[in-house]
Structures are given as C-alpha cells and as structure tokens.
C-alpha cells in the first residue's frame, strides 16, 4: 500500500506546474501555465484588454502571467482566469492534458496488476539497469510507430 501511495505522488508530481509534451522520443516540449493562460485567450479571440477587464486587472498584469514573470499563481489568481477562459484551473497548469488526464490515468495504472509488479521491480534496478529499460521501450515505441 505504501508503494501505491508513493506511485501516485510520483505521478502527480510530474505533473506539477509544466505540461511535458513529447512531440518526439528525443525531444520534449514544456509549456508554462503563462503559455497555457495566452493559448486559451488567443483561442477564445480575446484580447489582452478584454481578459484584463473580466480579471479586474490591468493589461500589464495580464502580460506577466502570461509570459511567466509571475511563476507562481495562487488559485486565487488561477480560478478566475480559468473561468475566464472557460477552461479549468486544472488544464492550465497541465494536469488535463499532460497524461490525458492524470486521475484516469492513475486508476488505470492502479488497476494494472503486471505493470504495478514491473515498476516495482524497476525500482529496484541500478541506475545502469533503469536506462536500459527505458532506451528498450523507447526503442520498442519507436518500432511500433514505424520510425
């Protein structure tokens, strides 16, 4: 039970305030919650002005979020723009579409018996041992792809 517990916390942490978007097996995107924030008001139409006055905020207020001077937004800040733009506290910070959605993913991972009993076994692995594990299933994702 301990380790399930200590799995899940892993997985939510990778979660955490980035969304990691693997565009290929070598290279990885990370996008900011500020990002996020621009991406939702461009794909709403809004402007800069128009999400600072639903926000009760000023324009330059708005620019920082979304070009990270402001890293760490309490929910206090976060709740009003998600609604703003009609999407979830969640989703801007990346917990929604990093791991299509990280509570599904969990249960579905918890309900895997054979792969609970491998990423036991993997944490007992060395270091050495663990890479060759994980250059196997990016080997073996690869070949599946066709790449």
Excluded at 110 to 126: A, G, Q, R, S, T
């Amino acid at each position: 039970m301990r380790f399930l517990y200590f799995f899940r916390i892993i997985l939510l942490h990778i979660c955490e305030s980035y969304a990691i978007i693997f565009s290929s097996p070598k290279e990885v995107v990370i996008i900011t919650i500020g990002e996020r924030i621009r991406q939702k008001r461009l794909e709403a139409g809004m402007s800069v002005d128009e999400l600072a006055l639903k926000l009760g905020k000023n324009r330059a207020t708005v620019y920082r979020y979304e070009n990270g001077d402001i890293e760490n937004l309490p929910t206090t800040i976060l709740e009003p723009i998600a609604q703003a733009l009609e999407t979830t506290p969640a989703y801007l910070m990346g917990y929604e579409e990093n791991l299509n959605n990280s509570a599904d993913l969990v249960t579905k991972i918890l309900m895997d018996k054979c792969l609970i009993d491998h990423v036991k076994l993997l944490m007992d692995l060395n270091s050495d041992n663990r890479k060759s594990v994980y250059d196997m299933i990016d080997f073996l994702a690869q070949k599946e792809k066709g790449l």
